[in-house]
């Protein structure tokens, strides 16, 4: 009788230990899972400042010298490369048309809800390593020179079914045209914003023109001395573009110009 009390005691005993164990194995395999569900990766700005779940960035120009914001996707893991990608969630008070994203390539004219690069392309960074140098946000919608524009990006990692995996990170570029304002103005007078061959403006003081692309390139660059000016942009090809013009004092004016 003691020798049966004594078995069931073990059996007992054994059993709560099974249960034990198959808990701690759960707990660890839940632990697994939660632990290869966070994210492996960070964002910084080209300044190297961490670009955190909700931060907004906000520029005062459309001067894509000025308005460009660098950001670099950091590979956390030391072992695993990752694939990413960035999804355009809204705007307002824009549409993208005039809103410029590199990440591994440069797309120009976004589309809200489409995730870049599109399709099942994605940007693969190699373990403990950051992408290269280039990947920015640019806005050059001037908008209504009042209301605010924003931009929203979310930041997401995907496996290699390209099923999203992971936390991901939103964020927003903004174009606040308020931020520039202040009591100096320049007197520029452009004859016509849809031109052919030649830009005409009249201005009151000398001032630097600049016209950039959608692209934020370059495209002319020119002296303006007081007067009536014209401006050749016959090279040009039909896009719009942005007129950039600036005085000795820093004080300045976009106007933007369409090329047909």
Excluded at 5 to 28: C, D
Excluded at 38 to 49: I, L, S
Excluded at 136 to 146: Q, R
Excluded at 161 to 170: A, V
Aim: hydrophobic fraction near 40%.
């Amino acid at each position: 009788m003691l020798f049966s009390l004594g078995f069931v005691f073990l059996r007992i005993t054994h059993y709560k230990k099974n249960i034990i164990m198959k808990r701690k194995l759960l707990f660890l395999s839940a632990f697994i899972v939660a632990f290869s569900m966070n994210a492996q990766y960070t964002v910084e700005d080209h300044d190297g400042n961490p670009i955190v779940d909700g931060d907004v960035v906000s520029f005062g120009s459309v001067v894509p010298a000025e308005a460009t914001y660098e950001f670099y996707v950091n590979n956390t893991s030391t072992t695993d490369a990752i694939r990413m990608k960035i999804e355009f969630v809204n705007a307002i008070n824009a549409d993208g048309s005039q809103m410029e994203l590199c990440f591994g390539l440069c797309y120009t004219g976004i589309t809200i809800g489409q995730s870049y690069p599109p399709n099942a392309d994605f940007v693969e960074i190699a373990p403990g390593a950051q992408t290269l140098a280039g990947n920015h946000m640019l806005n050059v919608d001037p908008g209504n020179g009042t209301e605010i524009l924003d931009y929203i990006f979310r930041f997401y990692q995907i496996n290699t079914n390209g099923d999203e995996i992971g936390e991901d990170l939103t964020m927003t570029y903004r174009y606040d045209p308020l931020l520039s304002v202040n009591d100096a103005s320049l007197n520029v007078n452009v004859m016509a914003t849809s031109i052919s061959e030649k830009l005409v403006v009249s201005v009151e003081e000398a001032l630097d023109l600049q016209i950039y692309d959608l692209q934020g390139r370059v495209v002319v660059s020119q002296n303006l001395s007081v007067g009536t000016q014209e401006i050749n942009v016959s090279d040009l090809t039909s896009q719009m573009y942005l007129a950039h013009f600036k005085n000795n004092n820093g004080v300045s004016q976009v106007v933007k110009i369409m090329v047909n």
